[in-house]
């Protein structure tokens, strides 16, 4: 990831903010300028819960080149009580206790080391409710 990108997408990535329209209540991951509910263009910023419910998810066998020493992985779309969705890996559970609609929620982790300097990449990623 290139540094300035890296940088303006930290506050979604590191704290989970969303921005929530003023006028209407729509909360959107990553920010937009205009609401495409209302076509408002003030939004607060939010932070996102931490409890999600898992929508959908698949079991991935032939992954990406920096991700063949993770295969087989499950990558899922979950869903914030804000209605915000998003797609990350599922990891510390069984595949086969893997349930639509199941309780998740979302930690920050390592995501891959990036070329010869090792560069590390944190995001989330969807774990099993403690």
Partial sequence: MFPARYAREMPHRYRLEAHKCKQCGKVFVPRREICDKCGATEFEVIRLSDRVK??????????????????????????????????????????????????????????????????????????PVI
């Fill in 54 to 127: 898992l929508v959908t998810y698949t079991i991935i066998h032939t992954p990406a080149s920096q991700f063949k020493d993770q295969s087989p992985y499950a990558l899922g779309i979950c869903e914030f009580p804000e209605g915000v969705r998003l797609t990350a890996q599922v990891v510390d559970i069984d595949f086969a206790d893997l349930k639509t609609g199941m309780d998740l929620q979302v930690e920050f982790r390592r995501i891959q080391t990036d070329g010869h300097e090792g560069i590390l990449s944190y995001g989330y990623k969807f774990v």
